[in-house]
């Protein structure tokens, strides 16, 4: 269940204290979505939409460790082999 | 006719359906189900039956191709376009999917009563344009006005004719293992463009639709390539759609590269966030073409010089496996088959 | 797009896949609890990718499909009042219920809408103040604070024609549930990643104790589904049974405080009826009292409604992965996606719909999932 989909944010609306906003980018296509959970949100962070509101952000970094990690594991599955 | 021999019976299982439901105008299986069972078995015959986007039909001294279409799409004006140029464009490439030159149109306005003048001025303008720009003459036409209410705004009902170039015999039973398949750009532009003006799922973006008559470029690729087995324009029920009718015509396998097939990054975008498949999403402008492998160099050089055809591209094959089958070869390598989608897409959130 | 092509590369699904195939020396079962992974699944064909010792089998996580019956004749019941407006995702609108689906109530003239978010919702209740607008509340943790956030706007801001049909569902009482069942046969779970945004991962620790089972909280590309079957797999192959997280660019282990409190805040657990299932304890979830103002079973008359499962629908042993949709004899006969007998045929993530779909009408087997 529960499509997700990562977006950048472009800007925040911080106006309303309980309902705070984004416009948030899907490829070309902008959104509003609601970020009232996300702390510490700036613009050019990527956070998961799922019905128009952010479960979280991406951790950028843990992707970037993970994807690194399983090119390695080529390397290291290759040379084993041989 | 005696009345006993009239049967009574509505072939449309009525435990389904006891109403018309959209998904019945979604160009997926319950259209087909509904053309077939009940229209086709009333009066089909060699022509009607072969379930092509016109027929092509023996006139002295020519052969014609005679295509009718009836436009409903709401919003009327949509980023790209509106209904006017839509109409013009759709009937002008219908028959050019049956190999012919486009020549007259019929025009049938149903308008509901309140639909402003201005609006109206606009579609009347775009209608003019599109027809200059595809060369065809409107000959004929009917207007009718409703109460408010009993209408969705304007309806515009289109017939049209063309003649059929030499040489070439186009028919969606055609297709023969080894013919390659060309797509002409990108896939979903109109579906999305509509959506995006939906009332509770809109959302910005630059999508416009891709509503273009493609009669001049697929003129000058007719002159030169007379090989050409199948066309079609992937419109309601998009691309998966098309190509399964076709396979199940020609009785032929199909396989398509799912990166080959060219998408706005816009259009991806909104496709992800409602969960909707492109494969199933309606286009205009587009056009399938299906000939033989030895053509299709030449067919996209000439394809390439043209606005409409810029992206042409070959997005698959024609095989002899599993026949009446789509198969999709995916970005990550495996293989998927591509079914008719049952009723219409909706957006979903699991 | 960013954090979505890298992980349906190809090159990676071939690393992984390799990796898959060197460690696994037994056979091995595993269930995605999520149908979002069984729709990614059987759209990339992974089954394709993996050896024949491994047998992937599809969860409940299709909050679509374990809606009983019975809430969704209420929503079609609502719907068919002149002065309701009925929103909903469109996921259910093909669902049938007893006699109807909400597809065929628009068709009949009801006031049916498609909304993207709980929050349009409002919008709709705001310029129709003569109107009740109801929304049918489906979906798992992931959505279920997106609706409470909805109800408290709708409070603060004095809207009071809305209310919501609750059928929000749980997914550590149904994991519970199902390795309580006789004869399980599961080995590994993959737990639902978004699901886990939200509520982090805390609680599975006790669940991978108690049935000594490795719990790998998992993504929906086929990179992400890949490395969460690699990473059970390695558990499973060293007698390991711990909570592990393959989604680390999403998941946390606490998951996400606000919106956790903002769904304790306005709803409670209950116990629940799974469509095709039974009645899961606390497997659901119900509007508090102090927000039963927006609780449509509170405001509407529709206790009288009953509904009786159509025979020939084998959803529940589907469901609970204790068979695939081919060996139901409905299958591609009498239950298709045009006339569906069942929820999991209609949903766009139901095991039998994804199985028709993308191994196609012959039920041809693509991937041998």
Known sequence: ?82 | MEESDINLVCPVPISEYDCVVIAHGGGGRMSEQLISKMFFSQFGNEYLNKAHDGAIIPFPGKKLAFTTDSYVVSPVFFPGGNIGELAVNGTVNDLVCCGARPLYISLAFIIEEGFLMNDLWKIVLSISGAAKKAHVRIVTGDTKVVEKGKGDKIYINTSGVGEIFPGLMISPDRCRPGDIIILNGTIADHGISILSKRQNLSFESGIISDTASLSEMMGEVFENCKGIHVLRDPTRGGLASSLNEIATSSGVGITIYEDAIPMNEDVKGACELMGFDPLYVANEGKILIFAPEKEAGRIIDIMKRHREGKDSVIIGKVTDEDNGIVKLKTLVGSTRIVDMISGEQLPRIC | MKYIDDYRDKDLVEIIAARIEKITTRPWTIMEICGGQTHSIMKYGLQEFLPEKVSLVHGPGCPVCVTPLELIDKAIYLSSFPDVIMTSFGDMLRVPGSESDLLRSRARGSDVRIVYSPLDVLKIAKENPGKKVVFFAIGFETTAPSVALAVKQAGKTGIDNFSILCSHVLVPPAIRSIMSLPGVRIQGFLAAGHVCAIMGYHEYHEIAEKYRIPVVVTGFEPVDILTGINKTIEQLESGNSHVDNAYGRVVTEKGNIPAQNMLMEVFEPVDRQWRGIGVIKGGGLKLRDEYASFDAERLFPLGNIKAEEPEGCIAGEILQGLKKPDQCSSFGSVCTPDKPLGAPMVSSEGACSAYYRYSGSQKKEYGRV
């Open chain 1, 1 to 82: 269940m529960c499509l997700a989909v990562p977006g950048k944010v472009i800007s925040i609306d911080d106006s309303d204290p309980d309902l705070k906003m984004a416009k948030v980018q899907f490829g070309g296509v902008v959104q509003d979505i609601c970020v009232q959970w996300i702390d510490d949100l700036n613009t050019g962070d990527y956070i998961m939409a799922h019905v128009g509101v952010a479960l979280n952000k991406v951790d950028e970094e843990d992707a970037r460790i993970t994807l690194n990690a399983l090119y390695e594991m080529r390397e290291i599955d290759f040379k084993f082999e041989s």
